[in-house]
């Protein structure tokens, strides 16, 4: 058998991220999380159309109601590590802020 001086392939050399396929779940979950704030955005849009007030309200109730179902199973398909870690990437906390400062 021959040995290769080079590593094997589905393994990433130390500090680079691994380059592996991510499973449909994950990105599934991560087109819900996409999707969650754009339908607060419509939420937001609807009390503008030219309807009558209960199609609004009932557009707008079944939207919220949507979205937190969908923010749900989104959360649920990319795992609480990986919705952590990208919570975490897109609210920093910068370095000077108060909350950061430990008394």
Avoid at 36 to 58: E, G, I, S
């Amino acid at each position: 058998m021959k040995t290769s001086a080079y590593p094997p392939t589905d393994v990433a050399p130390e500090g680079v991220p691994s380059q592996k396929k991510k499973p449909f779940r994950f990105k599934l979950g991560v087109a819900l999380l996409i999707l969650y704030p754009l339908m607060w955005l419509f939420a937001a849009v609807v009390p503008f159309l030219p309807l009558d007030v209960a199609t609004k309200a009932a557009l707008v109730a079944g939207d919220l109601a949507a979205a937190e179902v969908i923010f749900v199973l989104g959360v649920a398909c990319v795992g609480k590590e990986a919705y952590q870690a990208i919570k975490a990437r897109l609210f920093k906390k910068k370095a000077g802020t108060p909350a950061s400062k430990k008394q």
